[in-house]
Structure formats: structure tokens, C-alpha cells
């Protein structure tokens, strides 16, 4: 896989306008990019075919191997930082909606993860930058498991989901595919905001109607009955107080049943 080959298979016009590059290894994708920030004329999909010191939310790392599709796309939004909320959401509707394409059943869990059969398949992290001329820098950070060693699987310490169909695909058109439907879907978002995606978002939520737990840290802050998200990505959770709206910060869901 490389650039050219990306480039050629891609057929979006918003994806066109994207500078491609593919490196055999780095520590991470979206470390790179954010330092390239200040420098950047275009937007630009950074692809690692090995991702070594991988970075989750909170600080967490993300653990991945050979059998994994790893990329950060920076991509410039002229929109106020606050407007971003339901960005990551909005990336999670792009991946999904591209993997069922391709045959890949896959829920979401608020506010970053791809699930396929209840196990994460692929999750989402998204850091900015401030842009010299007052615009954003959105740092789109994906990990994708096509395959799930035992080792690996075990190294992570949850369950974690592959699609070996995807395996058998060619990287440069998968990455292709996934790179149109990105570049479609941050259009429709910096013209729209995230209401354009709530109800796709709503449609393939994994846990609606499940009794959950927002935790932060180790501390329970709330649980509740999943009700969905609202126009801001906040996920609506129904308790014995009322209808709360959480927004992700660093706080993490926890299914109870």
C-alpha cells in the first residue's frame, strides 16, 4: 500500500484535496500530525503500516498489530472549538457506515468505539490544534483490528473483535473507502454540526434501552438507562432524578445489563 495507490482508488471530490502519505513505521500517527500542524498547506492522511506507541483516550495506549489499520487524517474546520463536541461521534457514524458496505455488521458506543459482535473493533481520537489563521486543526486518529491475535487480545485484557473479511481486502482500496466516506462526512459536519448525524448515530447505538455507568476515573458519577444522543453528542442517560445529557470529556460507559 501507498499514497498513489490510496489516491487512485479514492473517488470522492472532498477526498482529492487530501495529501496522502504512507510510512512503514512510527509511533504515532496522530503524535506526527499534531506536531506537522503549524506547517500544514493541505489536508492530510498520515498511514502507519506499523503503529508501535499508540494512543487511546484519557492517555490510554492503543495496542495493535500487522493485522491492524492505523491512520490519523488532519483535516482543517473552520469552527469554534465548542462546535466539535460531536465530532468523534460523527467519525464513528463514517466508519460504520463504510464497513457496512462492506458487509461488516458494527454498532457504536458513545462517545468513540466501534463494536462488532459486543467487542471493540475499532475506536477513534480526536485532538486539535490551533491553525495560524484562527481555524482548527481536527487530528482524526483511527485504529481499525482487521485481525485479533490471541497475544494481542490478551495483552489489551478485554475482549476485542477483527474482521477477517476486511483482512482479505486490499489495504489501499479499504483505506480508500474509508478516506471518501471521512472526507463526505467532515464536509456535511463543518457545514452542518453533528444533527445531521444524531439520529445514523442513534440507529446503530450498541447499548440503547441497557442500564449504564458513567465513570470517570475509576468513580461511578451516574448510572442510567442509554437513551441515545442529542443533536451535540451528549448521550442521553435516563435515571431516578431525570433525563441527564453527559458530554464525553474523559468520562468513559460501562455496561451493567
Known amino acids: 500500500m501507498n499514497g498513489a495507490d490510496i489516491a487512485r482508488l479514492s473517488h470522492a471530490a472532498a477526498a482529492q484535496q487530501v495529501a ?14 499534531l506536531l506537522r500542524c503549524a506547517a500544514l498547506q493541505n489536508n492530510l492522511l498520515l498511514v502507519a503500516l506499523r503503529q508501535t506507541a499508540g494512543r487511546g483516550r484519557a ?14 487524517l488532519a ?24 464497513l457496512a458496505r462492506l458487509g461488516v455488521r458494527v454498532q457504536l458506543k458513545w462517545p468513540n ?10 475506536g477513534v481520537l480526536i485532538e486539535t ?15 481499525l483490528n482487521l485481525t485479533m491475535p490471541d497475544e494481542l487480545e490478551q495483552q489489551i485484557g478485554r475482549p476485542a473483535a ?19 466516506q471521512l472526507a463526505d462526512s467532515l464536509t456535511e459536519f463543518e457545514q452542518t ?16 434501552g441497557h442500564q449504564v455507568a458513567i465513570v470517570d476515573q475509576g468513580a461511578t458519577l451516574h448510572e442510567g438507562s ?32
Open 20 to 33: 496522502i502519505e504512507v510510512v512503514q513505521e512510527t509511533g504515532s500517527t496522530n503524535a506526527d500530525l
Open 193 to 208: 454540526g453533528f444533527g445531521a448525524f444524531s439520529a445514523r448515530w442513534n440507529r446503530l447505538h450498541a447499548w440503547q
Open 59 to 72: 492517555g490510554r495506549s492503543w495496542l495493535s498489530s500487522e493485522g491492524s489499520l492505523t491512520f490519523s
Open 162 to 180: 477483527g474482521a477477517p473479511w476486511l483482512a482479505n481486502m486490499a489495504r489501499a482500496e479499504l483505506m480508500a473507502m474509508l478516506l471518501d
Open 75 to 98: 483535516w482543517k474546520l473552520h469552527l469554534p472549538l465548542h462546535a466539535l463536541a460531536g465530532l468523534p461521534l460523527a467519525v464513528g457514524v463514517a466508519l460504520a457506515e463504510t
Open 226 to 257: 442509554a437513551a441515545g444522543v442529542d443533536d451535540r453528542g451528549a448521550l442521553l442517560l435516563d435515571t431516578a432524578a431525570g433525563r441527564l445529557a453527559i458530554v464525553a470529556g474523559d468520562v468513559s460507559l460501562r455496561v451493567l445489563a
Open 129 to 143: 490544534q490551533a491553525a495560524p489563521d484562527g481555524a482548527l486543526w481536527a487530528v482524526i486518529g483511527v485504529g
Open 113 to 122: 468505539d466501534v463494536l462488532k459482535d459486543g467487542a471493540k473493533l475499532a
